[in-house]
């Protein structure tokens, strides 16, 4: 999404961007910083065997393959037709890699498996760990049974506010610690621009269409428990020897 999808004919509400500033304060404590997920220091020194980061990106690519569906219920919820066409342009990138002219984004969480020696019908069928099975679960019911379109991106903004830096740090610990390539860490390269973008929409969205109390009290809840259950899911790799 970009910042073309407002409907400029509504006023941005001060109250929002008040309750905007403190929610992103409480998504900077540890525990829901992902930027501050002890797995980002590891990776960095190297200390992930191929046998957690295949694990990890494993998890990691199970709930990717999720968030087309997630954003297709919103799409269908929207009634604002400037709005939709930019969720349905989030859909292309997210399925196709239409506009950062790479690949459906779980395809590119394969190619971070692939890279540490992963075999695709291992990723494909991996037993999704307690903390995936919660983040997947909480996702579904965060889009698929709220029906209120902007209170679902509730859960988009505890994870799209924080991917650029996190995954930032990710993709780059890779590429120094382990030797991966540009393409192979395509995933979180990608996400450092895209998700930038999709963050800064959001909180236009809210600025205009999520502007009353009862919308601040789901987002909130949300936003801090979605980034809760992403941090869990980036420490599955404890699982694996």
């Given at each position: 999404m970009n910042d073309k999808i407002k409907d400029t004919t509504l006023p941005k509400d001060d109250g929002t961007r008040n309750f905007i500033r403190a929610l992103s304060g409480e998504l900077a404590m540890p525990?829901?910083?992902?930027?501050?997920?002890?797995?980002?220091?590891?990776?960095?020194?190297?200390?992930?065997?191929?046998?957690?980061?295949?694990?990890?990106?494993?998890?990691?690519?199970?709930?990717?393959?999720?968030?087309?569906r997630w954003l297709g219920y919103v799409y269908a919820k929207c009634p604002i037709l400037a709005v939709r066409r930019e969720i349905f342009n989030n859909l292309v990138e997210?399925?196709?890699?239409?506009?950062?002219?790479?690949?459906?984004?779980?395809?590119?969480?394969?190619?971070?498996?692939?890279?540490?020696?992963?075999?695709?019908?291992a990723v494909e069928q991996a037993e999704l760990m307690p903390e995936t099975r919660?983040?997947?679960?909480?996702?579904?019911?965060?889009?698929?049974?709220?029906?209120?379109?902007?209170?679902?991106?509730?859960?988009?903004?505890?994870?799209?506010?924080?991917?650029?830096?996190?995954?930032?740090?990710?993709?780059?610990?890779?590429?120094?610690?382990?030797?991966?390539?540009?393409?192979?860490?395509?995933?979180?390269e990608v996400h450092v621009d895209v998700d930038e973008h999709h963050g800064d929409a959001i909180i236009d969205l809210f600025e205009h269409y999520a502007t009353n109390p009862g919308d601040h009290a789901v987002i909130r809840e949300r936003a801090l428990h979605f980034a809760e259950l992403y941090w869990g899911m980036l420490g599955t790799f404890e699982h694996y020897l």
């Open positions: 525990g829901r910083c992902l930027a501050l997920h002890p797995v980002i220091a590891k990776l960095e020194r190297g200390e992930l065997s191929l046998t957690q980061i295949t694990g990890l990106m494993s998890q990691i690519y199970r709930q990717t393959t999720e968030v087309v997210e399925e196709l890699g239409g506009f950062s002219n790479t690949d459906a984004h779980y395809n590119l969480a394969m190619r971070v498996a692939l890279a540490a020696g992963a075999r695709r019908d919660a983040l997947i679960a909480y996702g579904e019911d965060c889009y698929a049974n709220e029906s209120n379109w902007v209170r679902c991106l509730g859960a988009a903004f505890g994870f799209e506010t924080q991917s650029p830096t996190a995954f930032g740090k990710i993709g780059n610990a890779l590429r120094r610690a382990y030797g991966m390539s540009a393409e192979e860490v395509a995933f979180f």
